[in-house]
């Protein structure tokens, strides 16, 4: 049979040799973790984990449930927007999760309001004179607070040639000592109700669908993008070609930083108090998501859409567990193994790219 030739000297296309995308291979594996946890409930609870068994509700899938399950994976999923570029460009981020508790601190208390119940707020961090202060201000407070950590972070790393797991590292330590620090352990509470408004409902999934949107449009679309993946897949590369690499990497270490600080203000919203605690692991949360997503760790592969999968991922087995009745800890246990066997899978298929 005929072979179909292309390109230059005639190379013999094998369509044999196709890949799929490895979006669908993720999705296919978020389709199989949902119909397992199907099949598990109607087996030892006899109920159903995506379908609605209520007579006196009127749907076919259980809203509630899909509803709890991105609402819970929103917030470490902006982080993992960011965490996913850093990656991309072949650089890790361990300081988001302390980044979060840094903000979250700040922010809410540029965010009280003077009177709670007819009294002065017993939480006060500062006094009347900035209470009460337009939205606005706690939010840029807290962007200016992640956009500091990002621009810390991508210095050390493009300048001074730090492996960027210490120079976030350094920063995880140093931004978690500071929300120790700034109200000395206290929880800040009492926002105005137009800082509540923000993480309100579903506004945490809307917010991260949106910036979901946003940043496949740049990592596609856009130079930044281009540049991420190339700086990614050869550094060295990427710099005779003309690109500005130690620039680049403040960019994208920049822009992960404010996305860590959004995640703070929307946490601290949704809450409606801030604790110096808040974000703890949450930083490997957001690299799991992403490396299940099939971002690779080695740089230079991997895609918004497959991160958002990997969220997804990890809200169904967070909301499969308390279906099923089984102890949190088990979820720890499994999240372990999952992000194993996708650093195993992306090693195997680099091994198997390499050989071709």
Known sequence: MAQTTHGIGGLAYDPTKRTRPPELNVLAALILIILAFEVLGRMFIGDSFLFNTRENIDTLFNEQRLQIIILQVSIVGIIALGVTQVIITGGIDLSSGSVVGATAMIAMSFAQTAIVNGNPNPKAIF?????????????LVGLGCGLFAGLVNGLLIAYTRIPPFI????????????????????????????????????????????????????????????????????????????????????????IAGMLAALAAIVLSSKNLTAQAGMGVMYELDAIAMAVIGGVSLQGGRGSIIGTVLGALIF??????????????????????????????LDTWRQNQRGRG
């Open 127 to 139: 006094g009347e004179g900035m209470m009460d202060l337009p939205v606005i201000v706690p939010v």
């Open 167 to 254: 120079a976030t590292l350094g920063m995880m330590v140093a931004a978690r000592g500071c929300a120790k620090w700034w109200s000395k352990g206290n929880p800040i509470s009492f926002p105005t109700e137009s800082y509540a408004a923000i993480g309100k409902g579903m506004m945490p999934v809307l917010i991260f669908i949106t910036l979901a949107v946003v940043f496949h449009l740049i990592m596609t679309q856009t130079r930044y993008g281009k540049h991420s993946y190339a700086i990614g897949s050869n550094e060295q590369a990427a710099r005779m070609s003309g690109i500005n690499v130690a620039r680049h990497k403040v960019l994208v270490y920049a």
């Open 315 to 344: 809200g169904v087995i967070i909301s499969g567990f308390t279906f099923l009745k089984l102890d949190a800890y088990y979820q720890e246990m499994v999240k372990g193994v999952i992000i194993v066997a996708a650093v195993v």
